[in-house]
């Protein structure tokens, strides 16, 4: 594998390859990561990787500083799954100068569930997407569904701006007892870590609720959630959002949409300590 640091070695690299496969990644490495990597396998040649702890995406309060860095040990899990090119840019390479130039997503899409917990969050995510899509010029490229809002922006950015890369959506790889695998598992403590596959067990009870109900109407979605989010928060989680909709455009279902038997998703942030964990489960 190489390691390249600098965007005019990278495309000196690329030059002439029109069917690269790209998996952006902030490092830490897990099987999740793995999984985007294999399918980046399957879908073109070759594969490229980036490792880069983006700091547009983090608000100040967030990780920034305390995300976990793991280089060499990314860099052997990567040569494992015979990725051609690891990008591994520095802040100074990828952000030489401040970037004011920005993708800001739509309002209705990047301002609620994350966006509204994590304002700028999604902002942060398309500049560095949009500028790591110009640095390796992929065909493919590949985002994980466990971020599911992330993937629907990524992929109405590159509609909009005509982006010629597809964007190829990879199921959610879990734990043995449920738990989506996350970079951020790794700041659970063990009592935590016990506790956090309840996450997902309280999308499939709310999944199961919905499903169950003679008439899928609002007013069964809301009890579902109300449902979910009393659980966790009798087990001591601080849920940011815990909420169902709309698989198409992430807002909440109409009546109407539940009529006509709309696919919905139920997606929720919520906090178990310190530690912020998503997930999500489609109701289809
Ligand atoms: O999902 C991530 O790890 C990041 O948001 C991404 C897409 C690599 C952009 O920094």
Known sequence: MKIITNIHDLRNHLRGQNRASFVPTMGNLHEGHLSLMRIARQNGDPVVASIFVNRLQFGPKDDFDKYPRTMESDIAQLEKEGVYILFAPSEDELYPEPQDYSVDPPQNLGDILEGEFRPGFFKGVCTVVLKLFSCVQPSVAVF????????????RMCHQFALPVKIIPAETIRAKDGLALSSRNGYLSSNEREEAPRLYRT??????????????????????????????????????????????????????????????????????????????????
């Open 144 to 155: 994980g569904k466990k971020d599911y809002q992330q993937l629907m922006i990524i992929r």
């Open 203 to 284: 999308l499939q009870e709310a999944k199961s609720i919905i499903l169950n109900s003679k008439n899928m109407t609002l007013e069964c979605i809301h009890k579902a959630e109300q449902q979910a989010m009393s659980e966790l928060t009798q087990r001591g989680w601080a849920p940011d959002y815990l909420s169902a909709r709309l698989q198409s455009t992430l807002l909440p279902p109409t009546q109407e949409d539940l009529e006509q038997n709309a696919k919905l998703v139920i997606l929720t942030a919520s906090k178990l300590g310190k530690t912020r964990l998503i997930d999500n489960l489609e109701i289809e």
